[in-house]
């Protein structure tokens, strides 16, 4: 075995490197001959006992010597699907269920294939394996593409197109786009195929890939063949020619060939096709080539023959093109040779024949014209349930979207009702606290208005107000209501001698004590500068006598030790009791204020009282007038 090099040790790590890459390489499913040398390395790597990778080779080399024995193929094929089903390998069984499909499809058993490649494409998609799923819809888009099966054909490659570029196989995606394009030249769907074909054109030059270009080129040559633009399908085919002639490929350069005498016999430049079709058929020699590469030169030869005139020899190679065409032949080439023949024997003058060939050109058309029909059916309703479904998914899409606008606006309206009530119910304890407030300050300003600021005890107005009540009180059940007048005696040398501020405090405290020494029922307000007033109401002269000395005897007693040391003060007091004859609060008043007058003439600190009036009342004075301030407005006498 010379060449060949020495196989390597068993490796699981080295085997599954080595089988990702050939895996990935683009492969001729027909036949795998050639890369048997990879297979045998990779069979070597394979750990003895190791099933599972076993199982791959098998899977991954299934269809070696297709083309020598389809039959035994197919045998080694089934019993792979057997190991892959119980190892439940989806790789190795779709696989397998390729190979079997291709065997199948070797021995012209399509509708058995396609149902084979079904199993291989389900397997692969069930495993996720995008790249061998493509692979099978191509595999099964070629065998439904060769039955006539153009539209389910193209709907495969579109759903492999679609999975590559979804997954990112650009490579795969690519490669795809020449089988799509045939799809659709077949469908009549030129400018999609033409678009197709100048894309995996560029693909396939990007990637060195003469032989794909090579088929871009004649397909692009068939493709405005079809569309009766023969001078425009002159330059691919002179392209693709040169590329096979360059690749030494005798079967691509008779194609490329045949395919340039059609379009020069349409353009009338007979001689030209002889010409192309007799370089073919000495590129070809006398070898058998498969495919139909030769009844397409014959037919050609036969088609330049008849426009040079030269119609026996035309009919002599349709004759012998409709001996070698079987029935199962592509309905395209039938009725294009019937064409021709028939148009040739009428030019022999075999009218009858030519006759029997034009019905039969027109059988084959219509057959042809309802196969079209029946393939463009299927399409449209394909892509109408696509739509339909596209459509549907839109429409739930739409749905799903409003509902979920609804929910967030049903959201947002109870979020802003939530903020509405805490927002009312803020609101209200804020007007409560402002209520409040208000009832708050309203009675402090009616203590402000009633009260002395200095003191804190009644000014003059509530003492009226208090006074008068109190003496329609005590008249039913008559009831006695006295009155003491008080006044600080000598306070301007107090204020001389210590202060303004001192003055105020000595008022204060003054103000303190004589409360400290009236009950609850009495009101003591402050009517003047240093003057105090009381009201003790269900008191009589005597008993009022009694207070008036516990009220000077409190204030005879004040300590301002901490504030103005050597600091004593005394307070002269009058006091009146209500008679009959008094008509208001201000005549008692005044009657106490004598007293009072009298107590500081008979020398201060002393209680006087109006029943000891030795004056008859000449000394009473009338109440002095409210002061704006209480400084300054003294109604005692000095
Ligand atoms: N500190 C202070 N002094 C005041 C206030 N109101 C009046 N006075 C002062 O009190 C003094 C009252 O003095 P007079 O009316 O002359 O009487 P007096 O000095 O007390 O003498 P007699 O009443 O005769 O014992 C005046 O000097 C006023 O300015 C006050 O609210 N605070």
């Given at each position: 075995q010379e060449g060949h090099e020495a196989l390597p040790a068993p490796s699981p790590a080295a085997f599954d490197t080595l089988f990702s890459t050939i895996d990935a390489q683009p492969r001729d499913?027909?036949?795998?001959?050639?890369r048997m040398p990879e297979f045998t390395r990779l069979r070597a790597l394979v750990?003895?006992?190791d099933e599972s990778r076993l199982l791959r080779v098998d899977a991954l080399q299934c269809g070696v010597g297709l083309y020598e024995d389809a039959a035994r193929v197919g045998v080694e094929a089934q019993a792979l699907v057997e190991r892959a089903r119980r190892r439940d390998d989806g790789y190795a069984l779709s696989r397998a269920y390729y190979c079997l499909g291709n065997a199948r499809s070797a021995q012209h058993d399509e509708r058995t294939s396609i149902a084979d490649y079904t199993q291989g494409i389900e397997a692969a998609r069930r495993a996720g394996l995008v790249v061998l799923h493509g692979e099978g819809l191509a595999l099964r888009a070629a065998t439904l593409s060769a039955i006539g099966e153009h539209a389910v054909a193209l709907i495969d490659l579109t759903e492999a197109q679609r999975e590559y570029e979804r997954t990112g196989e650009t490579t795969h995606a690519e490669r795809n786009l020449l089988g799509l394009a045939v799809a659709y030249r077949r469908m009549g769907e030129f400018d999609a195929a033409l678009d197709h074909l100048v894309r995996a054109e560029h693909a396939a030059r990007r990637r060195s890939d003469l032989e794909t270009t090579y088929t871009t080129l004649l397909q692009q040559g068939y493709l405005l063949f079809d569309r009766g633009a023969y001078p425009e399908s002159i330059g691919p085919l002179r392209q693709a020619l040169a590329i096979a002639e360059r690749q030494r490929d005798p079967g691509n350069v008779a194609y490329a060939l045949a395919a340039l005498a059609a379009s020069e016999v349409r353009i009338g430049n007979h001689t030209q096709a002889l010409a192309s079709v007799e370089r073919a058929q000495a590129r070809l020699g006398s070898e058998a080539h498969g495919g139909g590469v030769d009844m397409l030169v014959h037919l050609r030869r036969g088609e330049a023959l008849a426009g040079l005139g030269r119609h026996h020899e035309a009919v002599a190679e349709f004759d012998g093109v409709m001996a070698e065409?079987?029935?199962?032949?592509n309905p395209r080439y039938i009725t294009m040779l019937h064409r021709a023949r028939a148009v040739s024997l009428e030019a022999v003058g075999r009218h009858a024949d030519a006759f029997d060939g034009y019905r039969r050109v027109l059988a084959a058309q219509t057959e042809l014209d309802a196969l079209a029909r029946a393939q463009q059916e299927v399409l449209m309703r394909h892509r109408f349930d696509i739509e339909r479904h596209e459509l549907e998914h839109r429409r739930l899409a739409a749905d799903r979207t409003l509902r979920d606008q609804q929910l967030a606006a049903q959201h947002r309206a109870r979020h802003w009702r939530s903020v509405t009530l805490v927002a009312s119910v803020v609101l209200v304890l804020l007007l409560a606290v402002l209520g409040l407030r208000q009832v708050r300050r309203g009675r402090t300003l009616q203590t402000l208005a009633m009260?002395?600021?200095?003191?804190?005890v009644a000014n003059r107005r509530s003492l009226e107000r208090f006074a008068a009540l109190a003496i329609a009180d005590c008249r039913s059940p008559p009831r006695p209501l006295s009155v003491l007048a008080l006044d600080v005696d000598h306070f301007k040398r107090i204020n001389d001698r210590y202060g303004h501020a001192t003055g105020d405090a000595v008022l204060r405290e003054v103000a303190a004590a004589c409360r400290r020494e009236l009950r609850q029922a009495d009101l003591l307000g402050r009517t003047g500068g240093e003057e105090f007033v009381a009201v003790l109401p269900g008191i009589g002269r005597e008993a009022a006598r009694g207070v008036a000395e516990r009220l000077r005897a409190a204030v005879a007693g004040l300590d301002f030790g901490d504030t103005a040391l050597g600091l004593t003060i005394t307070a002269s007091l009058g006091v009146a009791e209500q008679c009959?004859?008094?008509?208001?609060f201000r005549t008692v008043v005044q009657r106490a204020d004598r007293a009072l007058y009298r107590a500081k003439r008979r020398g201060r600190d002393r209680v006087e009282c109006d029943a000891d009036d030795d004056d008859g009342g000449a000394s009473a004075r009338p109440m002095p007038p409210a002061p704006a301030t209480p400084i300054g407005a003294s109604a005692a006498a000095t």
């Amino acid at each position: 075995q010379e060449g060949h090099e020495a196989l390597p040790a068993p490796s699981p790590a080295a085997f599954d490197t080595l089988f990702s890459t050939i895996d990935a390489q683009p492969r001729d499913h027909a036949d795998t001959r050639a890369r048997m040398p990879e297979f045998t390395r990779l069979r070597a790597l394979v750990p003895p006992g190791d099933e599972s990778r076993l199982l791959r080779v098998d899977a991954l080399q299934c269809g070696v010597g297709l083309y020598e024995d389809a039959a035994r193929v197919g045998v080694e094929a089934q019993a792979l699907v057997e190991r892959a089903r119980r190892r439940d390998d989806g790789y190795a069984l779709s696989r397998a269920y390729y190979c079997l499909g291709n065997a199948r499809s070797a021995q012209h058993d399509e509708r058995t294939s396609i149902a084979d490649y079904t199993q291989g494409i389900e397997a692969a998609r069930r495993a996720g394996l995008v790249v061998l799923h493509g692979e099978g819809l191509a595999l099964r888009a070629a065998t439904l593409s060769a039955i006539g099966e153009h539209a389910v054909a193209l709907i495969d490659l579109t759903e492999a197109q679609r999975e590559y570029e979804r997954t990112g196989e650009t490579t795969h995606a690519e490669r795809n786009l020449l089988g799509l394009a045939v799809a659709y030249r077949r469908m009549g769907e030129f400018d999609a195929a033409l678009d197709h074909l100048v894309r995996a054109e560029h693909a396939a030059r990007r990637r060195s890939d003469l032989e794909t270009t090579y088929t871009t080129l004649l397909q692009q040559g068939y493709l405005l063949f079809d569309r009766g633009a023969y001078p425009e399908s002159i330059g691919p085919l002179r392209q693709a020619l040169a590329i096979a002639e360059r690749q030494r490929d005798p079967g691509n350069v008779a194609y490329a060939l045949a395919a340039l005498a059609a379009s020069e016999v349409r353009i009338g430049n007979h001689t030209q096709a002889l010409a192309s079709v007799e370089r073919a058929q000495a590129r070809l020699g006398s070898e058998a080539h498969g495919g139909g590469v030769d009844m397409l030169v014959h037919l050609r030869r036969g088609e330049a023959l008849a426009g040079l005139g030269r119609h026996h020899e035309a009919v002599a190679e349709f004759d012998g093109v409709m001996a070698e065409l079987g029935d199962s032949d592509n309905p395209r080439y039938i009725t294009m040779l019937h064409r021709a023949r028939a148009v040739s024997l009428e030019a022999v003058g075999r009218h009858a024949d030519a006759f029997d060939g034009y019905r039969r050109v027109l059988a084959a058309q219509t057959e042809l014209d309802a196969l079209a029909r029946a393939q463009q059916e299927v399409l449209m309703r394909h892509r109408f349930d696509i739509e339909r479904h596209e459509l549907e998914h839109r429409r739930l899409a739409a749905d799903r979207t409003l509902r979920d606008q609804q929910l967030a606006a049903q959201h947002r309206a109870r979020h802003w009702r939530s903020v509405t009530l805490v927002a009312s119910v803020v609101l209200v304890l804020l007007l409560a606290v402002l209520g409040l407030r208000q009832v708050r300050r309203g009675r402090t300003l009616q203590t402000l208005a009633m009260t002395d600021p200095l003191t804190g005890v009644a000014n003059r107005r509530s003492l009226e107000r208090f006074a008068a009540l109190a003496i329609a009180d005590c008249r039913s059940p008559p009831r006695p209501l006295s009155v003491l007048a008080l006044d600080v005696d000598h306070f301007k040398r107090i204020n001389d001698r210590y202060g303004h501020a001192t003055g105020d405090a000595v008022l204060r405290e003054v103000a303190a004590a004589c409360r400290r020494e009236l009950r609850q029922a009495d009101l003591l307000g402050r009517t003047g500068g240093e003057e105090f007033v009381a009201v003790l109401p269900g008191i009589g002269r005597e008993a009022a006598r009694g207070v008036a000395e516990r009220l000077r005897a409190a204030v005879a007693g004040l300590d301002f030790g901490d504030t103005a040391l050597g600091l004593t003060i005394t307070a002269s007091l009058g006091v009146a009791e209500q008679c009959a004859q008094d008509t208001d609060f201000r005549t008692v008043v005044q009657r106490a204020d004598r007293a009072l007058y009298r107590a500081k003439r008979r020398g201060r600190d002393r209680v006087e009282c109006d029943a000891d009036d030795d004056d008859g009342g000449a000394s009473a004075r009338p109440m002095p007038p409210a002061p704006a301030t209480p400084i300054g407005a003294s109604a005692a006498a000095t």
